[in-house]
C-alpha cells in the first residue's frame, strides 16, 4: 500500500471529454498538490474515442468515459454525480420558449451533433426520431467550438449542460431534452496498468471521494 508519508512528485495524465464533473478531478487534484506541490496534473480534452485509443497506447492514466461507451473494457468507478443532455440554442428561437425539448420539436431542424453522437450510438433511437427526419447540420468534438455554430445561426446543439455559460448577455440558452435522459461517467484505466506514486494517490483518493475505497 502507498505510503503517503513519503515525498511524491511526478505526472498524472487524465484524457476526458467535456464535463461539469472535472470539478471533481479538480478538488482531488488541489487537495493532493497542497500536500504535495511537485506532483503536475494534466488535462487532455478529447472525446470518448480519443479517450479509449489513449489508454489503450499508455499516453494517458486515466480517462473518464460517458455511457453508453465501453467502459467495463477497463477498470472504473462511477462518478458520484451525473449529466444532463438537452439542446443549446439561440435566445431567439421559437424553441426557447419551451421548458423543455421533445424529440418531435426536433424533427426536421438543423442539428450540431458530436463524433461519438455521430458513431457511437443509433441516433435514431436515441433522439425518438425517424431516420428520415434527422438532419444534421454540424459535427463538433468541443461544445465550446460548437457553441459558436450555434450562435452562427447554423443549428442546434446537442450537448450537456453547465458546459456554456448562458447567462448576462449571451444569445445562447439551454434547455433539457424530455424525457430526461443522463450521461453517467466512470473513471477508468487499463486492467493491470502499473501507476506512479502520483497517478497511485490519486486513484486512492478518487476512491475515498466516491466511498469506494479499497
Known amino acids: 500500500m502507498l505510503s503517503e508519508n ?3 512528485s511526478g505526472d498524472i495524465y487524465i484524457g476526458a471529454g467535456e464535463t461539469d ?31 479509449i485509443d489513449k489508454l489503450n497506447k499508455g499516453l494517458i492514466d486515466f480517462g473518464v468515459l460517458f455511457e453508453p461507451s ?37 424533427e426536421n431542424r438543423p442539428l450540431i451533433l458530436s463524433r461519438q453522437m455521430m458513431k457511437g450510438i443509433n441516433l435514431s433511437e436515441w433522439l425518438g426520431i425517424p431516420k428520415e427526419k434527422i438532419k444534421v447540420a454540424a459535427t463538433s468534438n468541443l ?3 460548437g ?12 450537448t450537456l449542460d453547465k458546459l456554456i455559460n448562458c447567462t448576462g448577455e449571451s444569445n445562447l ?5 424530455y424525457p430526461h435522459k443522463f450521461a453517467q461517467m466512470y473513471l477508468v484505466w487499463k486492467k493491470y496498468q502499473v501507476f506512479s506514486k502520483a497517478s497511485d494517490l490519486f ?12
Open 143 to 145: 461544445i465550446f467550438n
Open 6 to 8: 513519503n515525498d511524491i
Open 70 to 106: 465501453n467502459y467495463t473494457a477497463f477498470e472504473h468507478i462511477k462518478f458520484p454525480v451525473h449529466d444532463t443532455w438537452g439542446v443549446l440554442m439561440r435566445k431567439d428561437s421559437d424553441l426557447a420558449k419551451n421548458e423543455y425539448i421533445t424529440s418531435a420539436m426536433l
Open 203 to 214: 486513484l486512492k483518493r478518487f476512491r475515498m471521494k466516491t466511498g469506494e475505497n479499497k
Open 147 to 158: 457553441s459558436l455554430l450555434v450562435d452562427e445561426g447554423i443549428g442546434y446543439a446537442i
Open 21 to 51: 464533473a472535472i470539478r471533481i478531478i479538480a478538488r482531488i487534484v488541489q487537495d493532493i498538490k497542497k500536500e504535495y506541490p511537485k506532483v503536475i496534473f494534466h488535462n487532455i480534452s478529447c472525446d470518448s474515442i480519443d479517450v
Open 173 to 177: 440558452c439551454f434547455r433539457p431534452l
